[in-house]
């Protein structure tokens, strides 16, 4: 009689692409989400929470990148026939909602929304299939003041997380203005929108290419095509020179000021019906947050803004991190983009067959807690709970008590609850959960009415560098009164 196979025991391991937050990485973002959202709730946006499941039919094609609605997403057929799909993002929820609840929702909505989006592709280095965002909108406001909104926003948003003025820069752009630049270059006609629609998706790669190719990179891309180092060729978009030439000029429009920038937009667009309603905007744009105080130090017209044009249909912004860190490599490089966003007025329209206007931001949650890891304005290392070790079990009533007043005076705070009969474990237990003090009372501290207070934080300097005086300043270890306790604990985690 053959043997029962043994079942294999399942791999301890996250699925690829996925990873585990920990302790300190989910404190560190709750507390800065916490301060983006202090921002957003003073401008007035109300938070707003969705399913992490959509129809795929709700998704619908608007995902970045991608030509079909199942592309892309975690997606899964119900069993009434219904295609399901873990969101892809927060903004198609949000068209979603704005259209379900449209008679209930105040015109115009502004809200803002934190979690995490799922994407199935292929996973790298840095790269998961499942992210956090931060996104905030406006939907039902026409006026390019909710663009400049978003884009103050955004600012207040990095630097009260400790993103400081001149470590960023918020830059804005405008998709009717590239679309007035392709009509002047004659790769646009607004009579069949759909005509030179290959060559115009070269031309924004290309364009988007410009830090890592140079300018010679990119006029090949506009042209015949371009062989990199490898003999790799890539097509071009097969413009002429003077095609070519018009594409350049917008790239290096950016001047000074954003009024000497609209100007030279103004000059390339020409006769461009679209593209002087993106260039007046822009201009809208620039003098509303001038008035309120955002200069160039902060935001900025630049028409090097290109990602994500084909989704927006009218202003777009980035913010880009100035700072320099070291790659794998040793090298230094600028940290580059943390939060994108635009005006994208079609997207509540695919449910209610009408246009609503509607602008946005996403931060990208991730990137953001690495820079500030990078600025060290996030510890990294957050401070454990104080722990009340075990002397005797028969008096863990005790240790219970001692712990809930420290509870109740605010002090986070635990009792050792596993094998008490090793003291060192006890230590060692409070080493790996970054204890900063450690309670102990056996009998005799017991019956004299006392208990001990260990610095472990003190005890690790010491032990690594102090030098015998600092020990006889500062010691490591107390006694103190047990009615004393929580008075005695504050002091030393004050210090």
Known sequence: MAQDKTQRR???????????????????????????????????????????????????????????????????????????????????????????????????????????????????????????????DTVGAPSVAADAEICAMLSDALEVVGIPRGDYIVRVNNRKVLNGVMEVAGVLDPSDPERFAAERGIVLRAIDKIDRLGEGGVRALLGEGRKDESGDFTKGAGLSAEQAEVVMAFMAARRETGAETVAALRDLVGGSVVGGEG???????????????????????????????????????????????LDEKGRKRQFGSVAG??????????????????????????RLLAALRAKGRVAGDAAGPVVVTVMDRDRMADYMGMVSELRNAGVRAEVYLGNPKNFGNQLKYADKRAAPIAVIQ???????????????VLGAQIAQNATLEEWKDRPAQVEVPRGELVAAVRKMLGR
């Open 10 to 136: 399942p791999r301890a391991e996250t699925p690829k692409g996925f990873r585990d937050y920990f302790g300190a990485e989910v404190t560190e973002r709750k507390a800065m989400l916490d301060k983006v959202a202090e921002v957003y709730h003073r401008y007035g946006f109300d938070p707003l929470e969705t399913s992490a499941v959509e129809t795929v039919e709700a998704l619908g094609k608007f995902l970045p990148d991608v030509d079909r609605p199942n592309e892309g997403v975690f997606a899964w057929q119900d069993e009434d026939a219904d295609w399901l799909a873990l969101r892809y993002d927060l903004t198609a929820p949000l068209a979603r909602v704005a259209a379900q609840y449209r008679n209930d929702l105040p015109s115009p909505y502004r809200r803002y929304a934190m979690g995490p989006v799922w994407r199935n592709e292929k996973p790298g280095p840095g790269r998961f299939r499942q992210f956090y965002q931060c996104d905030a």
């Open 442 to 456: 056996g009998g005799n501290e017991a019956e004299k009415g006392v208990v001990i207070l260990k610095d472990l």
């Open 279 to 325: 260039v007046s905007e822009l201009e809208t744009i620039a003098d509303l947050l001038d008035r309120q105080g955002y200069g160039p130090d902060r935001i900025v017209i630049d028409p090097g803004v290109v990602r994500g044009l084909g989704y927006y249909t009218g202003p777009v912004f980035e913010a880009e991190l100035t700072f320099e860190i």
């Open 341 to 366: 966003g635009g005006r994208y007025d079609d997207l509540v329209k695919r449910f209610t067959g009408q246009s609503v206007p509607a602008t946005g931001v996403s931060i990208g949650v991730d």
